[in-house]
């Protein structure tokens, strides 16, 4: 089915209507954002307790880096379907009550925002903690940067 060509609301596959099928990916996506939340705070509290910088914590990370890339990915991919879903209801069923909130809603939706941006944050937040780690483990940081160059690290700080 491509987007835009829906079966009327109502109608029943087996039993499992579309609008089941909104609730159910409705919670599957509150659940797969709370799991990837509480995983990636997770993986930050076990990095900061490593002793740093070293293996151990960078391996932390990078666990955790492959581990929130399936979540998040897992979550977008349900969000977009949820999407759809909702785009079908709104567009075959007036009298739905997403359909009549929708209308009545003051401001535009964030919908986007919580199953695609959170998602990508979380994963953008551990990947960058985990190569930020394994630079650390190498000796690469900010003030051996600055060292090499010839620059004094009072130019960080002099920055408004």
Known sequence: MTEGNFPPEGT????????????????????????????????????VNAPS???VQASVLTFGTVVAAALASATMR?????????????????SHPVTSVDAVASRRSRFALVGSAVPALCFGAVATATVASWFACFGFTVEAAFANVGLPLSVLESRP
């Open 78 to 94: 349900s969000h977009e379907k949820l999407s759809i879903i909702l785009t079908a209801i709104k567009g075959n069923d007036p």
């Open 53 to 55: 910088p070293s293996i």
């Open 12 to 47: 029943v596959y087996g039993g499992w209507s579309l609008n089941q099928e909104r609730s159910f990916l409705e919670d599957l996506v509150h659940k797969r954002l709370t799991l990837l939340a509480a995983f990636v705070a997770l993986i930050f509290a076990g990095a």
